[in-house]
């Protein structure tokens, strides 16, 4: 009985096993298909299994198809009896080409040329792009070509050419000689504002550098550099005014200060470093010595941190006799040449500029060399913080006595105080302060200013330039005469006002409009 269940078990599988096999359709063998293939330069035709995609035909008959190649249907595409599979391929190919860059042509209008005359001041060159082109090739053949990089491998340089258009201002006679910056161009009158010849026409002075020696002879100005700035600022270089090139010092990175030092033949400088962060540098807030004849550099100050906001730098001023004063944002003071040191005077409360700038105070001495004049940070009559104070005046320290008083009150931070020769009359070598006197003195920042004359005590007090009822002028430093002219009730200012130079009577405020350009940006008189 027990062997029975055995067999009926195997009885029952077999049973089940027919009976699934006769409920399964019969399997028909599908038969294969032609297509015809277009690829690489021929045509054929190929068989292929009947359900067959394009992607599993060109598989099939060995043929390599990369991600950009392209195919005609579809890849994904299933395939019938007599389909055409059509493949292109497509290669990606990167060029590199050299182009140039055409120059600029530029015109100038300058005043200071005869009309009709025309001057080059700048020959053109120029310059040089590297472009990388994407090349997309089908079947061999170029289909497009589109630029993917561009890298400037030399600017161009614009060709400047200056056309005379000569103003009909009547000339005026002047004592000295008179340099001014037009259109990054310098330029020297001599006599009389007739007079006018070029000193440098590369046209990219930048204007942080403009002195002319004491004697008239050399001037020194700073040009912009070609290499990128935050690996050099400018360059300073000179010039003799009674004819030949402008020559290369050597020296780079000059922002705030550099003038000659008197009855010397040299000039003093200060550096920066370049930094690609506001503002442009770092001052190294140290001041050298360079002399023309020989080219000789000898160190006065070494590089030091400056005080409050010292990253901004310092300025100087030297008096006839070569004693020098300096002005940092927290202190005025003179400078030990032979020691190689500071000599603070007098503290100033530092401006919170809330930028990336400091204020400087600016400094003059008198003209007898016995008064140092400088604008002061003025405290503030309410509970105003002391550094964010908007007042400030104009003091005067005198060395014959260490006196330290206030000269003119609320001037504006760009009061420039300026000073005159000796008065030919005065039997006490008396002489005149100009400065500029914001109009409005609280947002003395952003205002225009107005020149103003006064005695060496702050006395006599009088607006000179320009009128009440005409715009102020913009930040600046006026420079004086040299002497007096004949028949002139006063010394000679020279200012500039809306971009040209002019220049004024101190004793009647009589102005002459000297250029018409527009393009005036820095003066200096001696």
């Not at 201002?169 to 001014?180: E, R």
């Not at 600016?362 to 008064?371: C, P, Q, R």
Request: proline residues 6%; glycine residues 8%.
């Amino acid at each position: 009985m027990r062997r029975l269940l055995p067999i009926r078990n195997l009885l029952l599988y077999l049973l089940a096993f027919i009976l699934l096999i006769s409920c399964r359709s019969p399997q028909v063998t599908s038969p294969d298909i032609s297509v015809n293939l277009n690829a690489d330069g021929a045509s054929k035709t190929v068989t292929v299994p009947s359900g067959s995609t394009v992607a599993q035909a060109l598989q099939a008959t060995g043929i390599t198809v990369t991600n950009l190649d392209r195919t005609e249907p579809p890849a994904y595409t299933v395939l019938n009896n007599g389909n055409t599979i059509t493949l292109t391929r497509v290669k990606e190919v990167f060029e590199t080409q050299e182009q140039i860059i055409p120059f600029e042509r530029q015109v100038a209008r300058n005043e200071s040329l005869p009309d009709g005359q025309t001057r080059l001041v700048q020959a053109g060159v120029n310059g040089k792009e590297e472009l990388t082109y994407r090349i997309v090739q089908e079947n061999g053949i170029e289909t497009s070509r589109s630029v993917v990089k561009s890298v400037i491998l030399q600017d161009a340089a614009p060709e400047i050419m200056m056309v005379g258009a000569q103003s009909s201002f009547a000339p005026l006679p002047i004592p000295g000689k008179l340099v001014y910056l037009s259109g990054g161009n310098a330029w020297i009158i001599d006599t009389s504002t007739a007079n006018r010849t070029p000193l440098a026409t590369t046209g990219d002075l930048d204007g942080r550098i403009f002195e002319l020696s004491p004697a008239g002879n050399y001037l020194i100005f700073t040009r912009k550099s070609i290499k990128p700035a935050d690996q050099e600022i400018n360059q300073l270089w000179g010039v003799r005014t009674n004819g030949g090139k402008p020559f290369n010092t050597g020296i780079v990175n000059v922002v705030h200060f550099a003038d000659w030092i008197p009855s010397s033949g040299s000039f003093a400088y200060s550096t920066v470093e370049p930094r690609s962060t506001a503002p442009g540098w770092q001052a190294n807030n140290d001041l050298w010595r360079y002399s023309i004849a020989t080219g000789e550099k000898r160190k006065i100050l070494d590089a030091n941190s400056g005080g409050v906001y010292g990253w901004w730098g310092m300025t100087f001023a030297f008096t006839d006799d070569g004693r020098l004063a300096y002005a940092r944002p927290d202190s005025i003071g003179t400078v030990d040449m032979d020691g190689k040191a500071l000599k603070p005077l007098i503290n100033i409360t530092p401006l919170n500029t809330h930028s990336d700038w400091a204020w400087l105070p600016s400094i003059a001495w008198g003209a007898d060399g016995k008064t140092l004049f400088y604008s002061s940070h003025a405290a503030p009559p309410s509970l105003v913080s002391e550094e964010d104070s908007p007042f400030f005046d104009i003091n005067a320290v005198s060395f014959s006595n260490d006196a330290n008083i206030q000269i003119a009150e609320q001037t504006g931070m760009f009061a420039y105080p300026a000073i005159s020769s000796i008065q030919s009359s005065s039997r006490e070598r008396a002489y005149l302060v100009a400065y500029l006197q914001a109009i409005f003195p609280q947002q003395s920042e952003t205002s225009r200013y107005r020149v103003v004359v006064m005695d060496r005590d702050g006395s006599n007090r009088r607006t000179v330039f320009p009128a009440n009822d005409a715009p102020g002028l913009d930040p600046q430093t006026v420079e004086w005469a040299p002497k007096a002219i004949a028949g002139q009730s006063g010394d000679f200012i020279a200012v500039i006002y809306q971009g040209n130079l002019w220049l004024v009577d101190s004793g009647n405020s009589q102005a002459y409009q000297v250029t018409g350009d527009g393009l005036v940006t820095r003066i200096d008189w001696k």
